[in-house]
Antibody, heavy 127, light 109 residues
Framework: QLQLQESGSGLVKPSQTLSLTCAVSGGSISSGGYSWSWIRQPPGKGLEWIGYIYHSGSTYYNPSLKSRVTISVDRSKNQFSLKLSSVTAADTAVYYC???????????????????WGKGTTVTVSS | QSALTQPRSVSGSPGQSVTISCTGTSSDVGGYNYVSWYQQHPGKAPKLMIYDVSKRPSGVPDRFSGSKSGNTASLTISGLQAEDEADYYCCSYAGSFWVFGGGTKLTVL
């Protein structure tokens, strides 16, 4: 059974870079048909998609965060990572990683959704 | 890009049915059949309840159903149970990125 586990710095100072890692177990991060996402949830607020990385290495980011976000993958460790630069208090949130399923037949996408999520990790931006 | 629009709260009594709407645009909900719904209990991670507008993952009760008309998707929960009380979020593909709704708090009276 696939499991995802977030880890990283829980407290980050303003203007610094937030760094998180998502360890994947019970499956290979290199399997075709999947991409690996980051989503966040500020305290008492809704969910916000940050971005994802395909098994091929291609990345896609939320346009509102694109200038500050980098998602990368380490296949040897079966994990992927998030870096968010120049953080402010508005970046305080619970950060989740998730698997995104993309099923295609003859090049046509017939199914596309995020299914397995990690439990989340809290990141606070404060001096 | 703007968040999808959901009612902030809905409520129903045990055994009743409730429907949660999710309104977007032709660039997201109306343009793709990749709408999913997530249930989130306090302090927990979101759980996938519906994907591709109306498909249910294995293990999700058939009391949960999804549909879409134009730019609005809907989640219907029939035969409400106490454990259904939670926050619900819709999510839609918007062409190279994803957008979530603001969330709806379901209260079981």
């Amino acid at each position: 059974q696939l499991q995802l586990q977030e880890s990283g710095s829980g407290l980050v100072k303003p203007s610094q870079t937030l760094s998180l890692t998502c360890a994947v177990s019970g499956g290979s991060i290199s399997s075709g048909g999947y991409s690996w996402s980051w989503i966040r949830q500020p305290p008492g607020k809704g969910l916000e998609w940050i971005g994802y990385i395909y098994h091929s290495g291609s990345t896609y980011y939320n346009p509102s965060l694109k200038s500050r976000v980098t998602i990368s993958v380490d296949r040897s460790k079966n994990q992927f990572s998030l870096k968010l630069s120049s953080v402010t208090a508005a970046d305080t949130a619970v950060y989740y990683c998730a698997r995104t399923v993309r099923i295609t037949i003859f090049g046509v996408v017939i199914s596309y959704y995020m299914d397995v999520w990690g439990k989340g990790t809290t990141v606070t931006v404060s001096s | 890009q703007s968040a999808l629009t959901q009612p902030r709260s809905v409520s129903g009594s045990p055994g009743q049915s409730v429907t949660i709407s999710c309104t977007g645009t032709s660039s997201d909900v109306g343009g793709y059949n990749y709408v999913s719904w997530y249930q989130q209990h306090p302090g927990k991670a979101p759980k996938l309840m519906i994907y591709d507008v109306s498909k249910r993952p294995s293990g999700v009760p058939d009391r949960f159903s999804g549909s879409k008309s134009g730019n609005t998707a809907s989640l219907t929960i029939s035969g409400l149970q106490a454990e259904d009380e939670a926050d619900y979020y819709c999510c839609s593909y918007a062409g190279s990125f994803w957008v979530f709704g603001g969330g709806t708090k379901l209260t079981v009276l």
